[in-house]
């Protein structure tokens, strides 16, 4: 039954749906909110840093002429290690992470820290690791080399 939910839910459109109930968490929960000095300035800059860790992977795989669909692994066309990718094997979905923990500091409310922490264990399960074995498959000890280099997240 697990197996069924990996490579469902486009990285993107988790990203939309959690970053709405941060948003709705934040505004109808104050439970969990608290004052954070800066908030909106240092959720400004980890929202920018998501977008210009998500476009350095884009302009990679953008590069190396591979697919970024989510749905495909198996139509890669290679192993992307240059750019960003020598820090992240994920940098598309660090940058989401990194954005949507923007959105958790400008709410300034626990669950929404708790939230981004969910949103990392999910796609870890249902995308990276479905990924990683697709591309294991396709190439073989590169691949695998690649893996013991650089590390998923950072």
């Known amino acids: 039954m697990m197996k069924s939910l990996e490579l469902r839910i486009p990285p993107l459109a988790l990203f ?8 709705v968490v934040g505004k109808y929960f104050p439970a969990g909110n608290f004052a954070l000095p800066g908030r909106q300035t240092i959720a400004l800059i980890s929202i ?3 977008l210009a860790v998500v476009s350095a992977g884009v302009f ?10 989510p749905f495909s692994p198996e139509r890669t066309a290679a192993v992307v290690s ?4 020598r820090w992240s094997r994920n940098p598309m979905y660090l940058g989401m992470a990194l954005a ?6 400008w709410q300034s ?3 929404g820290f708790a939230a981004v922490l969910l949103f990392c264990a999910y796609l870890t399960r249902f995308q990276i690791v479905p990924e990683e074995r697709m591309l294991l498959k396709l190439f073989g000890e590169e691949f695998a080399a690649y893996m013991n280099q650089v ?3 950072i």
């Open 100 to 105: 949507l923990f923007g959105v958790a500091v």
């Open 151 to 153: 590390r998923r997240w």
């Open 109 to 111: 409310n626990l669950f």
């Open 60 to 69: 990679e795989f953008r590069r190396r002429k591979t697919t970024m669909s």
């Open 82 to 85: 240059s750019g960003i990718y």
């Open 16 to 23: 939309v749906v959690f970053a709405v109930a941060l948003w």
């Open 48 to 50: 920018l840093l998501g």
